[in-house]
């Protein structure tokens, strides 16, 4: 009997049962990554229709606990574990997991079209998200308050722009959590004084601002050349995560994931490769 296999989405329709003989992954984590972990999945599949790939999203702190709780076979996260989640699932299976780099970000700065501001420095991003800037006059810009958007605090990328850009220092109030770099994306494109960030993969319809190092430093672009030589200051991994070391139907598909293959999907989706 064929073995029937489905990919399933975030609010997609249930997939149609398996056979006895098929095998099955789940992955689940990283907002940034879930468009991404769906294109491999698909890809996949389609070379190997015995295996069934879950893939949902919900951030990488989502994925981090779902791999601690047992309930993903593969976390994607757009940030590293912590220590403290490292020791929370060696507690649990006497490991501290396998961190796997499969793709690379730039993390971007999103503003509207129709903004005259042409780039920023970390020093002035940083001013903003805290709310020490509040109206774009003082950047050049319009003499408009700075609408802000965030992502929610169990995102990856929330995470890494607090620790990168912030300093660790708290988000303004005024800032406006949005559930995922869509969401973020959408709204900065409607609103004419927003300031938002994301995955360089979601960057449609808005302008990506190229980015100072410091105000002495060029304002530089999250290209291929500039996030691959970390030139660009705002370059991050992306990972899996497992728990143990991967074997069988898992190692396959992380192989394939890391082959010519699997990269030139990061490539398509928008991401870069790992060199």
């Known amino acids: 009997m064929k073995t ?24 689940k984590g990283s907002d940034t990554m879930v468009l ?25 702190g989502t994925g981090i606990s779902a791999l601690i709780n047992g309930t993903t076979d593969i976390c994607q996260a ?11 699932l060696n507690e649990r299976y006497k490991t501290r997991g396998e961190e796997i780099p ?25 001013l903003i998200f805290t709310g020490k800037i509040t109206n774009w006059k003082e950047l050049g810009g319009a003499d408009a308050k700075i609408i802000v958007y965030s992502r929610e605090n169990s995102s990856g990328t929330y995470v890494f722009f607090k620790e990168h850009v912030l300093k660790n220092a708290d988000y303004t109030q005024r ?14 494109a409607k609103e004419k004084n927003s300031i938002g960030y994301g995955g360089a993969a979601y960057a449609k319809g808005i302008k990506v601002l190229p980015i100072k190092k410091d105000d002495a430093s060029p304002a530089v672009s999250p290209d291929l050349a500039h996030v691959q030589d970390g030139s660009y200051p705002l370059s991050r991994p992306l990972f899996f995560y497992i728990r ?32």
């Open 4 to 27: 029937l296999t489905r990919l399933v989405l975030v609010a997609a329709t249930l997939a149609a049962p398996l056979t006895a003989q098929a095998s099955s992954l789940t992955i």
């Open 36 to 60: 991404l972990g769906q294109r491999w999945a698909e890809q996949y599949m389609a070379k190997a229709p015995s295996t069934a790939i879950q893939v949902t999203g919900g951030g990488s």
């Open 78 to 88: 757009s940030r590293p574990m912590s220590d403290a989640e490292k020791s929370n």
């Open 102 to 126: 499969v793709a690379r970000d730039g993390l971007s700065v999103y503003v509207n079209s129709k903004n005259p501001v042409k780039d920023m420095s970390m020093e002035q991003l940083r």
């Open 175 to 188: 800032a406006q959590s949005m559930p995922g770099t869509a969401a973020v994306v959408n709204a900065v």
């Open 244 to 275: 143990n070391k991967a074997s069988g139907d898992m190692k396959a598909f992380i192989d394939w994931v890391l082959s010519p293959e699997g990269q030139e999907i990061v490539t398509k989706v928008g991401y870069f490769p790992v060199k």
